[in-house]
């Protein structure tokens, strides 16, 4: 049965993770696979999280399953991060909060809610886009358009273009929207740009999906979450797929939910009831760790607001990270404009670099970031800036 299988080749991102473990030079720089790194280059765990986990340890009596669609504790302060305690859709119940492994996870039971009870749904996916979306999302059975979202050139999203290819979605459609530190250019839609997409859902009937995987990393929790709660408000559907990994520091303990926002309660329970039912067909029961930190975490008043001002710190570090990068470049005496860095949110940027001058980086100079010249800011800190400013520099 084995004899014939192929080796795979190592994903293009993990894979920069290994050729830098193995790269003997001192001066080496990760600025590929995305987590949060602090000023050592540590993925830290945070205060919050460490007394969560603490409490956990000295509270918790059972290794048992916990409930399919989660813990309520973890729902309920879920759906307030997500929409606020006082967005109608709440007051509604409108709103139905799955827990998923990760926000991988959150999109594949998303996609395979979708397709097991509307076979054969397109969704339209921005280009560019996080790399595993495409396979991610097709493999569970959705019908792939893409639609323009980054102009390269300007350094900017190409709304004209992008409003133009979303006129073809309709009734039945999905719109795989970023909901804020998009993924991979780091151009994030304005409000007008939200209410413009909004406004096409209400006329033409599509359905957002919304990947909400950095809220709080780009302007703040409240701040990220607009277009998403607008988006809620505005129309009678919409699909959210949200991720604790960065905003918490939880990467491995792959915590996240899936969120359906329906026209009416019944219709949000009925909702629940099938995205669980999709769960159980491909994993059973969620994992519990995560889960019990994020609502002990937002529960306890004290910890919720240490929680939040790290969040706060790791924002601006990054804020400030990008800030530092474009004027290092400048004081080298760089003519190119590279300001749309400073101006891009959460925590990754295209440099706007030939795969030719990516290759030279990774090969001559250590530097290890994606082909299409998208960095990982947060992988930038005061010892590494002026070498990479300068290797930048050099292939320039």
Request: proline share 5%; hydrophobic share 35%; with cysteine.
């Given at each position: 049965?084995?004899?014939?299988?192929?080796?795979?080749?190592?994903?293009?991102?993990?894979?920069?993770?290994?050729?830098?473990?193995?790269?003997?030079?001192?001066?080496?720089?990760?600025?590929?696979?995305?987590?949060?790194?602090?000023?050592?280059?540590?993925?830290?765990?945070?205060?919050?999280?460490?007394?969560?986990?603490?409490?956990?340890w000295e509270t918790e009596d059972s290794k048992s399953y916990i409930a399919q669609a989660g813990p309520e504790l973890y729902l309920q302060h879920t759906a307030g991060l997500l929409f606020g305690n006082t967005h109608p859709v709440l007051k509604d119940k409108r709103a139905s909060v799955v827990l998923a492994p990760g926000g991988s996870g959150s999109l594949r039971v998303a996609a395979e809610f979708v397709t097991r009870n509307a076979p054969n749904t397109r969704i339209f996916v921005s280009d560019p886009t996080w790399n595993n979306h495409i396979p991610l999302l097709g493999s569970a059975g959705l019908k792939l358009e893409l639609?323009?979202?980054?102009?390269?050139?300007?350094?900017?999203?190409?709304?004209?273009?992008?409003?133009?290819?979303?006129?073809?979605?309709?009734?039945?459609?999905?719109?795989?929207?970023?909901?804020?530190?998009?993924?991979?250019?780091?151009?994030?839609?304005?409000?007008?740009?939200?209410?413009?997409?909004?406004?096409?859902?209400?006329?033409?009937?599509?359905?957002?999906?919304?990947?909400?995987?950095?809220?709080?990393?780009?302007?703040?929790?409240?701040?990220?979450v607009w277009g998403l709660r607008h988006l809620a408000e505005k129309l009678p559907e919409v699909i959210v797929a949200s991720s604790y990994s960065k905003n918490f520091g939880l990467y491995r303990e792959?915590?996240?939910?899936?969120?359906?926002?329906?026209?009416?309660?019944?219709?949000?329970?009925a909702a629940g009831t099938q995205v669980v039912g999709t769960a159980r067909e491909m994993y059973s029961v969620p994992p519990a760790h995560g889960a019990a930190l994020v609502a002990l975490v937002l529960d306890d008043a004290a910890l919720r607001q240490e929680w939040d001002a790290e969040l706060t710190e790791m924002r601006d570090r990054i804020n400030g990270l990008r800030a530092a990068l474009v004027a290092k470049l400048q004081d080298k005496g760089v003519e190119r404009d590279?300001?749309?860095?400073?101006?891009?949110?959460?925590?990754?940027?295209?440099?706007?670099?030939?795969?030719?001058?990516?290759?030279?980086?990774?090969?001559?100079?250590?530097?290890?970031?994606?082909?299409?010249?998208?960095?990982?800011?947060?992988?930038?800190?005061?010892?590494n800036l002026d070498y990479l400013a300068d290797s930048i520099v050099a292939v320039l």
């Open positions: 049965m084995f004899q014939s299988i192929e080796r795979r080749p190592p994903d293009p991102i993990l894979g920069l993770s290994a050729a830098y473990k193995n790269d003997p030079n001192p001066s080496k720089v990760d600025l590929g696979v995305g987590v949060y790194k602090d000023e050592a280059g540590n993925c830290p765990v945070m205060k919050a999280i460490k007394t969560a986990e603490q409490k956990l639609y323009p979202y980054y102009d390269y050139a300007s350094h900017r999203i190409d709304f004209d273009r992008m409003l133009a290819k979303l006129g073809e979605a309709k009734k039945g459609d999905l719109v795989l929207l970023h909901g804020c530190c998009h993924n991979p250019c780091g151009a994030d839609l304005n409000r007008e740009q939200w209410q413009a997409v909004a406004d096409a859902a209400q006329r033409q009937g599509f359905t957002p999906f919304v990947d909400l995987a950095y809220q709080g990393l780009g302007d703040g929790l409240e701040e990220d792959r915590t996240g939910a899936v969120t359906i926002v329906a026209g009416n309660a019944s219709a949000a329970e590279f300001s749309f860095i400073q101006n891009e949110k959460g925590m990754f940027s295209f440099l706007g670099l030939t795969p030719e001058q990516v290759k030279k980086l990774v090969n001559d100079y250590s530097i290890y970031l994606v082909g299409s010249s998208r960095i990982n800011v947060a992988g930038i800190n005061q010892s």
